[in-house]
């Protein structure tokens, strides 16, 4: 069968609707609209609207993309459907014609097209890496061989819901200094390019030596409004530079190690990356996923080039009948207690709760040093804006007085 995303108009009321739909060929998909009620207008096949989007620049695909949140929602209803006895084919379905994203949509439709064709759940998933992650499939495929998949797709949106969570925080606690380093940035170069320039011209005529730190403001606007596309050039090709590097194996190993080490946001990488690996571990071992597997994928979710070095020593070490705990303490990269409780966790049988209570602890530290971080850095970022304003005032003050006295 083949996936149309179709138009039509409906037959009772001249109401125009769209959507995406399975059929075995367009003459299919126009007999099974029309016994809905509906008059097909247009249809294009899944796979010629795909060439086309391939051949065009969509600014605006990054919004239409599914977000972790809008597959966290569709996974807790899946769930609630396949608990209510609903089959998997039909709860699929139905979450088809409710989901918003037109993305979404036609993966759904794609995953419900494989399973009707006698593909598993676990696999039709897997060809949709960009919406499914590695975590998602394999607890898709443990739920499905141990019978639980209903089990398993509660705690995949449980887990889900609680990394958007920590996410939203984080980002959400920095987007206010952030957003104030961005205007008040801009607001002191638009004063350096507009505003100082025809303050200062006044000084040319004065007749004396200006003080060092209104040259030195002069000097500075001029370079800024001269060579503003140089800086901007060396900034933009910098950058590019520093992204090519980390982009190698051995750049981004260095630099993920000096994430670690930085003063006051090392601490905050680390324990960020230490809730997630837990959570992820915890989530896997308790639904069944082995425990080589879901190390695996707990070192993906990592995001530290660093970390995953010592996930992978720690793999090869498990494989040779070492514990998980052994490997992670001697790299002294993962704080003590962690390797503390993953060793009492080994040692009781009760890795699963000894990794979730991690997580609960680092999350919980996470968010308050992001609170406390971001009550500092408010503070900074005004003090620093200010003393660069009140530079730029002194500079252009102090002249003035200066020229008044003299005229007295």
């Not at 320039?197 to 200006?210: A, D, Y």
């Not at 705990?325 to 080994?346: C, Q």
């Not at 680092?362 to 040093?369: C, G, N």
Request: aromatic share 6%.
């Amino acid at each position: 069968m083949a996936v149309y995303e179709f138009r039509g108009i409906r037959i009772d009321g001249g109401k125009a609707v769209k959507g995406i739909r399975d059929a075995e060929n367009a003459k299919a998909l126009r007999a099974l609209l029309r016994r809905e009620g509906v008059l097909l207008t247009d249809a294009t096949e899944e796979q010629v609207r795909q060439q086309r989007a391939r051949r065009q620049i969509d600014l605006l695909a990054p919004l239409r993309r599914p977000t972790a949140s809008d597959v966290a929602v569709m996974t807790r209803q899946l769930a609630t459907l396949v608990r209510a006895g609903v089959p998997l084919v039909d709860s699929i379905q139905a979450l088809s014609e409710q989901v918003e994203k037109e993305t979404l949509v036609r993966v759904l439709t794609s995953v419900r097209e494989t399973l009707n064709a006698g593909t598993s759940f676990a696999k039709s998933l897997e060809a949709h890496p960009q919406v499914f992650t590695s975590l998602y499939v394999n607890m898709v495929a443990a739920g499905e061989a141990s019978g639980t998949l209903e089990a398993v797709l509660e705690k995949l949106a449980d887990f889900m819901e609680a990394q958007a969570r920590l996410r939203s925080k984080v980002s959400g606690a920095l987007a206010y200094p952030i957003l104030m380093a961005i205007v008040g940035t801009l607001m002191v170069s638009l004063l350096m390019v507009a505003v100082v320039p025809k303050v200062t011209s006044i000084f040319e005529n004065l007749g004396r030596e200006l003080p060092w730190y209104t040259r030195l403001l002069i000097f500075t606007s001029e370079t800024i409004g001269s060579y503003w596309w140089l800086l901007l050039a060396v900034g933009g090709g910098g950058v590019a530079l520093f992204r090519r590097w980390k982009a190698t194996p051995a750049g981004r190993l260095r630099w993920d190690t000096f994430r670690l080490s930085a003063p006051i946001f090392g601490r905050l990488t680390l324990l960020v990356a230490v809730a997630r690996f837990a959570s992820t571990l915890a989530t896997l071992l308790a639904s069944g996923v082995h425990l080589l597997k879901a190390m695996e994928i707990g070192r993906a979710v990592l995001g530290n080039a660093r970390l995953e070095a010592v996930v992978l020593e720690a793999i090869g070490s498990i494989r040779e009948g070492e514990s998980i705990a052994e490997p992670l303490k001697r790299s002294k990269a993962f704080p003590p207690m962690v390797t503390h409780m993953i060793a009492v966790g080994e040692r009781t049988g009760a890795l699963e709760a000894m990794l979730d209570n991690v997580s609960r602890a680092y999350t919980a530290d996470v968010e308050t040093k992001v609170a406390a971080l971001t009550s500092l850095l408010e503070p900074l970022i005004i003090v620093v804006m200010g003393t660069v304003v009140g530079f730029i005032a002194m500079s252009i003050l102090m002249p003035l007085v200066q020229m008044n006295e003299l005229v007295q």
